[in-house]
Every structure is written in C-alpha cells, then in structure tokens.
C-alpha cells in the first residue's frame, strides 16, 4: 500500500463547477501537510500548506483531519487554468516529504 | 532570482554510460534532495542533504550518488544507466528547520536510458 493515497482521476468538470479531492496517509508520525499543483511536463509548486484547523485561500479550501489521517481539497468556481495535477504531500522529520501519484483536473468551457 | 536550476533538461544515455545531472540553487537553502516521477508513481525521494557535506539516502537511491561541497550545489551521479533509470528526475531545496516549510524545484530533467 501505497504512504500517500490519491485517486488519479481524470476528474473532468465545466468551468465554475465546484471539485473535491481526497487524499488518505497511513504514516500517523507525519508532520505537516500540503497540496501541491503540476503543470503538464513543469515542475511541483506549492499550491498551500494544510492545517489541522482547514484553510482557505481565496477559491481554494483545505482540511486535514488526524484521526482520519485524511486531507482534502476543495476547489470552487473552477476556471480552465485550475486544469492541472493536484499532488498531496505529507512531511516527514527531517522534511522529508512522501507524495501521493496525483490527481488530473480537467476543466472545459 | 534564480531559484532552482537544473542542467540538462534532456538527456538520452546508452545503457552502462555514467552521468551528473547538475543542481544549484541561491536561496541559501540547506537542505535539498533528488526525487524522481514516473507515471502512475508520483516522486520518490532518492537523496537528500541537510546540509554541506551531509548526504542520507531517500527510498530509491541505487545506482545513484550524491555529494553536497557547498550549500548551493547538490549533483546526482548515475554511476552506469540501465533502462529502469528512464524518468523525470526533480532537485528540490527547501530551508530545514520548522514544518510547513515550502519545497522549491528545479524544471526537470527528462533522461531517457536506451
């Protein structure tokens, strides 16, 4: 079993639909948390940081939930640059980070 | 800034051949690392340094060495190419202390091992 679990989608949604992605961790010693965006054929760059008390940033809301050893990604008002593959990530000590395969959003006009 | 740069962005090797794939950075990070994308796998972790002349293994690191003599420079070695080393290969650096830190990363290098 895989540290870091996604479901790869292709998630294919219209623009200003609202998506949702989850992801599960099996390492209850991890110590942070992100999502990070891909860019086709680009490099990983942090999208935000997630904290046991969710966050938001601006379209973007996140939350962890340690019991579960869950975090999720919410998107709203998708526009066509959302269109990329949302990587969960969680730290290690040492900031050693375990990534999950990635989910594909896709969104069309 | 220039943040993470890594050289080549493409490389096709014959099998046995021995390679440096080039990373620096001027972020004055300390800690950095090497990972690795294939498709359906995500990036694995195959070296890392905390800092000059620390170097630990990641969860893939044969066939592959490191060094770290400064803070800026972190090579990966592929000491003799096989097939399986065919990948994305992603230098990271990041500062070391506290969570929540953000990881840089350098565009990529797209080696082919034939």
């Known amino acids: 079993r895989k540290e870091v679990e996604q479901d790869p989608g292709p998630f294919n949604v219209p623009e200003g639909a609202t998506v949702a992605f989850n992801c599960t961790y099996s390492n209850s010693a991890s110590q942070s948390f992100f999502w990070y965006r891909q860019d086709c054929r680009k490099e990983p760059k942090l999208l935000m940081s997630?904290?046991?008390s969710g966050n938001e940033d601006g379209r973007f809301t996140a939350q962890l939930n340690r019991a579960s050893q869950y975090i999720s990604l919410l998107i709203r008002d998708s526009k066509l640059s959302d269109s990329a593959t949302y990587l969960c990530v969680v730290g290690r000590e040492g900031n050693k980070l375990v990534f999950g395969a990635g989910t594909i959003l896709r969104v069309k006009s | 800034n220039a943040g993470v740069t890594q050289t080549p962005k493409f490389q096709v090797l014959k099998t046995g051949q021995s390679m440096t794939l080039q990373c620096a950075q001027d972020?004055?990070?300390?800690?950095m690392s090497w990972y690795r994308q294939d498709p359906g796998m995500g990036l694995r972790l195959i070296h890392y340094?905390?800092?000059?002349?620390?170097?630990d293994q990641g969860e893939v690191p044969n066939g592959y060495n490191v060094s770290r003599s400064t803070t800026e420079d972190f090579p990966l070695r592929l000491l003799s190419a096989a097939p399986s080393q065919t990948s994305v290969y992603f230098c990271?650096?990041?500062?070391?202390?506290?969570?929540?830190?953000?990881?840089?990363f350098g565009q990529g290098t797209r080696l082919t091992v034939v």
């Open positions: 997630v904290y046991s």
């Open positions: 990271a650096s990041s500062y070391s202390i506290g969570m929540n830190t953000e990881a840089f």
């Open positions: 340094s905390v800092g000059a002349g620390i170097t």
């Open positions: 972020m004055n990070h300390e800690y």
